[in-house]
């Protein structure tokens, strides 16, 4: 979501340059194998291409596609493979639907669990991410942060994380620390892009200091990852990442 004017694998060079791990979406239109010789650590990449996880006529494609997307996983040396409440197709829910039932919600929970012993076989965390139904993705049952973190919870499983994503939980939910401080002990990872406009932090009306403040004091020692387009430069946007998530302590009183 940076550096757009570059192809991927420049892309992927000036953020790992920039002292930072490389998170990617969808892997298979790109080459895998220069993407791997381009010397980043990569954390986190898209862990399926079709199918709904909470869809009864559809999850199998969820979980065969993930199977397939292993390899390059394992290639890129990638901890966590995320995975949303629907399938997505541009960004929009592929089978819109506006009201979640028993049986989604008991489809996504058997899902998961095959995802998670998936994850366990091959060392990777499958994250289940929130999103919001406001603005991004309207018709997504269970994908507000309650119901994904509710999921997570009943799978119980180590390798089944919950992906929280901020700025889908600002417009959402809001009460943002709170939702940290309840979820923390079920967060593989932690995305973050300010509200309105999905820009870097600093950009809007989120206070990342504090929700970093926030993280520190809970314990938080996981990895924040900025999904987010930058405001205007590139490498700004980064800056203002790290300088919104460095916490610095007061100095010892003399």
């Known amino acids: 979501m940076v550096f757009l004017d570059l192809p991927l694998e420049e892309r992927v060079r000036r953020i790992s340059g920039a002292g930072f791990d490389v998170e990617l979406w969808d892997t298979r239109k790109h080459n895998v194998e220069r993407l791997s010789a381009a010397g980043a650590?990569?954390?986190?990449?898209?862990?399926?291409?079709?199918?709904?996880?909470?869809?009864?006529?559809?999850s199998q494609n969820v979980i065969r596609t993930a199977r397939a997307l292993i390899p390059t996983a394992l290639e890129l040396g990638v901890s966590r493979m995320v995975v949303h409440p629907a399938e997505l197709i541009d960004g929009q829910a592929a089978r819109p639907a506006f009201r979640a039932t028993g049986?989604?919600?008991?489809?996504?929970?058997?899902?998961?669990?095959?995802?998670?012993?998936?994850?366990?076989?091959?060392?990777?965390?499958?994250?289940?991410?929130?999103?919001?139904?406001?603005?991004?993705?309207p018709g997504i049952p269970?994908?507000?942060?309650?119901?994904?973190?509710?999921?997570?919870?009943?799978?119980?499983?180590?390798?089944?994380?919950?992906m929280l994503d901020l700025y889908h939980a600002q417009i959402g939910e809001g009460n943002l620390i709170d939702?940290?401080?309840?979820?923390?002990?079920?967060?593989?990872?932690?995305?973050?892009?300010?509200?309105?406009?999905?820009?870097?932090?600093?950009?809007?009306?989120?206070?990342?200091?504090?929700?970093?403040?926030?993280?520190e004091q809970a314990g938080y020692t996981g990895t924040v990852g900025m999904e987010a387009w930058a405001e205007s430069d590139s490498a700004l946007a980064l800056d203002r990442f790290r300088e919104a998530f460095t916490v610095r302590r007061p100095a010892p009183a003399v």
């Open 103 to 137: 049986q989604l919600w008991l489809t996504g929970l058997r899902t998961l669990e095959k995802l998670g012993e998936l994850g366990a076989e091959h060392g990777i965390v499958i994250t289940l991410e929130n999103l919001n139904t406001i603005v991004d993705h």
């Open 41 to 58: 650590v990569f954390s986190s990449m898209t862990g399926y291409s079709a199918g709904s996880v909470i869809d009864p006529d559809t």
């Open 179 to 215: 939702l940290l401080r309840r979820a923390l002990p079920h967060i593989g990872e932690i995305q973050v892009a300010d509200v309105p406009g999905r820009c870097e932090p600093g950009t809007g009306e989120i206070n990342y200091p504090a929700v970093a403040r926030a993280l």
């Open 142 to 162: 269970l994908a507000r942060a309650k119901d994904t973190l509710a999921l997570v919870e009943a799978v119980g499983h180590p390798n089944v994380k919950m």
